[in-house]
């Protein structure tokens, strides 16, 4: 039974662990063309993910001195979305 809660309650952890910003997709815009852009949330999500891990030195990954949540939102306001949280 123990076994059965510890299994249950890591899977609930692990399964929150990643962030993904709220987007206001109707406002979400390509800052050069003006184009809705909304379509592309995962394709930029992942590559905002991927610009971090390989940017950043083990060290600072290990000592958890990078904040990956604030730096995927900047980055996704960058690409144009208007994140809201």
Same mark, same amino acid.
């Given at each position: /039974?123990?076994?059965?809660?510890?299994?249950?309650?890591?899977?609930? @952890?692990?399964?929150?662990?990643?962030?993904?910003? @709220?987007?206001?997709?109707?406002?979400?815009?390509?800052?050069?063309?003006?184009?809705?852009?909304?379509?592309?949330?995962?394709?930029? @999500?992942?590559?905002?993910? +991927?610009?971090?891990?390989?940017?950043?030195?083990?060290? %600072?990954?290990?000592?958890?001195?990078?904040? !990956?949540?604030?730096? %995927?939102?900047?980055? /996704? !306001?960058?690409?144009? +979305?208007? %994140?809201?949280?």
């Amino acid at each position: /039974m123990n076994k059965i809660i510890s299994i249950i309650f890591l899977s609930i @952890l692990l399964s929150s662990c990643a962030y993904r910003p @709220l987007i206001n997709p109707e406002a979400s815009r390509n800052p050069a063309t003006g184009k809705n852009i909304a379509g592309n949330y995962w394709k930029d @999500l992942h590559a905002c993910r +991927y610009i971090h891990e390989q940017n950043t030195p083990k060290a %600072v990954k290990k000592l958890k001195i990078s904040d !990956e949540v604030e730096f %995927v939102k900047k980055c /996704m !306001e960058d690409y144009g +979305y208007s %994140v809201l949280r």
